[in-house]
């Protein structure tokens, strides 16, 4: 069965500091990977995704991850944060035996950049 | 190109009821999906259609329901509601193996 873990609830950082949330996944096959971000009160924002090709994976607004396999894990990135980057933000994957059209997600992490 | 689009952004019902939500594609992109996020189970898939074929269903009870007309709008039921189901219902859609594109979700309140 597909999973995803994000092991932090909530991740404090402070503004310009670099910020790093966790995604461990669990997939048999080649995985597809996403990151998501969501505002209060709004849907789910794409922000990047690794399909296949290079392990670093730059995406919006500065954020990249890094597709380890060994690890399993696909962990968000930005060198440094933004108070307005303050969200919530979920990790997904899909892979074959959901026919790469069904989206698994972590339970999200909500990020926190303080002043 | 004009983002997807849900009907409508909140609702509320009473339990036994049952509801429609609305939700229109990008342009050009015949597949969507359904997800149901609250709370206490997170964001969970519930059916994907691409050229009004359902394709994928996940783990939901068969009070849920959904249908793809031929211009690629969806719609998703919910039959005798219960409390529940009280979530915000989103709506995705994507071209071919793409990322997945969100709209803004239908909050569903049940009294």
């Known amino acids: 069965a597909q999973s995803v873990a994000q092991p932090e609830d909530q991740v404090n950082v402070a503004e310009g500091n670099p910020l790093t949330v966790k995604c461990t996944y669990s997939?048999?096959?080649?995985?597809?990977l996403f990151w998501y971000v969501q505002y209060p009160n709004r849907g789910l924002q794409f922000l990047l995704k690794?399909?296949?090709?290079?392990?670093l994976v730059k995406g919006s607004y500065g954020f990249e991850a890094e597709f380890n396999k060994s690890q399993t894990s696909f962990h968000l990135k930005k060198p440094s944060a933004l108070v307005s980057d303050s969200a919530l933000y979920f990790c997904a994957v899909t892979g074959p035996s959901g026919g790469y059209n069904k989206l698994i997600f972590g339970a999200g992490t909500r990020l926190a950049v303080h002043p | 190109k004009a983002g997807v689009t849900q009907t409508p952004r909140y609702l509320i019902k009473t339990r036994g009821q049952q509801v429609t939500l609305s939700c229109s594609p990008i342009s050009g992109h015949r597949s969507v999906s359904w997800y149901q996020q609250t709370p206490g189970q997170g964001l969970q898939f519930l059916f994907e259609y691409f050229s009004e074929t359902q394709r994928n269903k996940g783990n939901f009870p068969g009070r849920f329901s959904g249908r793809q007309f031929s211009n690629s709008r969806s719609e998703m039921n919910v039959s005798t509601l219960e409390l529940g189901d009280s979530a915000l219902y989103l709506c995705?859609?994507?071209?071919?193996?793409?990322?997945?594109?969100f709209g803004p979700g239908t909050r569903l309140t049940v009294l």
């Open positions: 690794y399909i296949t090709g290079d392990n």
């Open positions: 997939v048999s096959g080649n995985p597809y």
């Open positions: 995705a859609s994507r071209l071919d193996s793409d990322e997945q594109f």
